[in-house]
């Protein structure tokens, strides 16, 4: 005979078996009921026992007072008569109570403890009061009742000790004000209540713990505390309803009274703390550099303009914009001059060895490109760096350090003369899209005779919002074209439901 068998843990949990498994031949008797299940293995399910409040009780600190006789019943409490000293008696269960009552009982049995009155008979006082301890701390709308009464620490720090704290050290703000949150925390309705922590508690915690206690609900009930009429002394049911009523307007008072203490309390605690202002000025810090960079950004943004505007400038002024006729033919032969210097300097080139074309580092297709694409000031700029007008006229003037200026300056002309001829073929395509944008709008328009049509702001997709940025430089500040440049680019190059307008183009 065999069997699966297993033996309940040694720790808090019981076990319940709930399924057997048995393998092989059974000979003989075996146990019955919980002793065959106790005997017997298989599955089981664990039963945990909750006992958390008294095992977080220590039960050594029920110590009964000795000595309590009807004379000197009025000095102790309902906790001190069970034994519950200090602060201890605000965290004990009501498990914990019935164990300090069964000993309260045992130690003042009127069996035990014989007390007397001045006439000889059984004086039951103590032992009356020991059962009251009982029946109002175990009940929990008697028992907040009654710890409203007992007298209760409200004070809390002055700025003055904070100050005088924290000039010691950080550390000293919790020595200061955790016990007067822990005091305090002991009439909160919701639980568990958070802990005030320490500096290297997380700032999110810090501000919940903050959020918590503005928002404290307390069940401390003020009704009776301080009351100056006794409703039960009362002579008529409308005295006895007066005196109760005036015993709320009093009730009342106090308790807002005990609200305004205690967001004082949160925000004194909240001003000092020293994570939260290490937190606020490092938001302060980063609020400032953002502000920083904002404003270096639109500074850069101004320069940029500005020397685009002055750069817009310089290129009407070399091609001659604003200028009379007499002015404009001048310029024309003084470009025309430039253009012939160039040619000689670059053919002396050749004799020089470089190259084996007639213009010799250029080809004759490159050197068109730059006396159509070049204004006057960049001609001479070329010019000057081969040896300038003297240079053409005599080959051993020449500068071979020049031919670099021109090879740089090619790839210059030849990207602005690639965005050019780009920006000619995007206006036409542009042109040809506004017509038929036209033809269609015509069309919704006769479609929708006599109805009234709002205007809709388009929506900008990411796409067109980038090319947006690109073409801003693209197109330089200080253009008279630029704005229909852009508008032509985005509308022929991302092709949008609806061509955009320059306005809209320019809100954007």
């Not at 009704?223 to 100056?228: L, R």
């Not at 009379?324 to 003084?334: D, H, I, Q, R």
């Not at 944008?437 to 980038?466: H, P, Y």
């Amino acid at each position: 005979m065999s069997f699966i068998c297993s033996t309940p843990s040694d720790g808090a949990a019981s076990r319940v078996v709930t399924s057997v498994k048995l393998v092989g031949t059974v000979q003989g008797a075996l146990p019955v009921g919980r002793e065959a299940l106790k005997r017997l293995g298989g599955k089981e399910k664990e039963i945990q026992c909750e006992k958390a409040d008294e095992n977080a009780f220590p039960e050594e600190m029920i110590v009964i007072p000795v000595g309590i006789t009807p004379q000197n019943l009025k000095k102790f409490t309902l906790y001190d008569i069970l034994g519950f000293s200090g602060e201890w008696g605000a965290a004990a269960s009501t498990d914990v109570i019935k164990k300090a009552y069964h000993k309260a009982v045992l130690m003042y049995h009127p069996d035990k403890a014989q007390h007397k009155t001045e006439d000889g008979k059984e004086d039951r006082t103590v032992f009356l009061k020991i059962q009251e301890a009982f029946a109002v701390l175990c009940s929990e709308p008697k028992r907040r009742a009654y710890d409203s009464q007992l007298p209760f620490d409200e004070s809390i720090p002055s700025e003055e000790r904070v100050l005088k704290g924290l000039a010691k050290g950080d550390h000293k703000f919790f020595k200061i004000f955790s016990p007067v949150f822990q005091r305090n925390a002991r009439f909160a309705s919701q639980k568990p209540v958070p802990d005030l922590g320490d500096m290297e508690t997380p700032i999110q915690q810090v501000y919940k713990f903050y959020q918590y206690w503005v928002k404290f609900e307390s069940w401390r009930d003020f009704t009776g505390v301080g009351a100056e009429h006794k409703p039960d002394d009362a002579g008529s049911r409308e005295e006895k309803r007066y005196y109760q009523k005036e015993n709320e307007k009093l009730a009342k008072k106090m308790k807002k009274a005990e609200m305004e203490r205690l967001i004082a309390l949160v925000a004194l605690a909240e001003k000092h703390d020293p994570r939260v202002n290490a937190d606020k000025e490092a938001r302060k810090q980063a609020k400032e550099a953002e502000k920083n960079a904002k404003e270096g950004a639109a500074n850069r943004i101004a320069e940029e303009n500005a020397a685009a505007k002055a750069w817009s400038d310089a290129q009407d002024e070399a091609a001659g914009v604003n200028l009379t006729k007499a002015e404009k033919e001048k310029l024309k032969k003084a470009v025309s001059k430039c253009r012939n210097i160039l040619k000689k300097l670059l053919r002396f080139s050749a004799t020089m060895g470089n190259g084996s074309g007639e213009y010799g580092i250029l080809t004759d297709a490159e050197v068109e490109k730059i006396c159509a694409n070049c204004n006057m000031a960049e001609l001479t700029t070329m010019n000057d760096a081969m040896g300038g007008e003297p240079a053409s006229k005599d080959s051993s003037l020449v500068l071979p350090a020049g031919f670099d200026v021109v090879r740089s300056l090619l790839s210059t002309v030849v990207d602005k003369s690639g965005q050019a001829e780009e920006d000619e073929k995007i206006a036409k395509d542009a042109k040809k899209r506004e017509s038929e944008d036209k033809v269609i709008a015509d069309r919704s328009a006769r479609g929708k005779k006599g109805q009234a049509t709002a205007v809709v702001e388009k929506e900008w997709t990411q796409e067109q919002l980038d090319a947006l940025r690109m073409c801003a430089t693209r197109y330089p500040a200080g253009q008279a074209t630029r704005w229909v440049s852009i508008t032509n680019y985005i509308n022929v190059k991302h092709s949008p439901p609806v061509s955009f307008t320059q306005e809209e183009v320019m809100r954007a």
